[in-house]
């Protein structure tokens, strides 16, 4: 396999740039001249314009008029964008996979994202028990329509 050039970046280094500027900008929707700005780098704006549009197109980014260009938005922040790619890569597996898949993830962990994905799995098992508590049991407590009278 040959090795990239030296001169070529790690795939997604781009975008993950851009993204970050995106962020850094605080809710603020940036072009794609602001976003180069940003950057601080000798990219052409044509280019930034071409990754901004790629990142609309997988949902990434939302754009908005601005002139005769678009301004963006990024849609999630770095967690939320993190954890869409993951729920991504493993709706790709074939479902007689899924298990699979999810089994190597979780082997593959270290002891302390073991450890945060028990509790993480715990809270949302609670979440969850209470609310179907809350619909078997009409969403009040103890059963009742809170005194209500017909």
Do not use: C
């Not at 001169?7 to 929707?29: D, K, M, Q, T």
């Amino acid at each position: 396999m040959p090795e990239p050039s030296a001169g070529r970046r790690p795939p997604g280094e781009l975008e993950a740039s851009v993204l970050a500027a995106l962020w850094a900008a605080g809710g603020r929707p940036l072009t794609p001249a602001d976003v180069q700005r940003e950057l601080g780098t000798a990219l052409a704006r044509t280019t930034v314009t071409t990754i901004l549009a790629r990142l609309h197109e997988k949902g990434s980014v939302s754009r908005a008029r601005s002139g005769r260009g678009y301004a963006y938005l990024p849609v999630q922040d770095s967690p939320g964008l993190a954890a869409r790619r993951m729920r991504s890569e493993l709706d790709k597996s074939a479902r007689d996979d899924r298990g699979t898949v999810l089994a190597r993830f979780v082997s593959g962990l270290g002891p302390d994202d073991e450890r945060l994905l028990r509790e993480l799995l715990a809270q949302a098992d609670g979440a969850a028990e209470g609310v179907a508590e809350g619909a078997t049991n009409g969403g009040t407590e103890g059963g009742t329509d809170g005194g209500a009278t017909a």
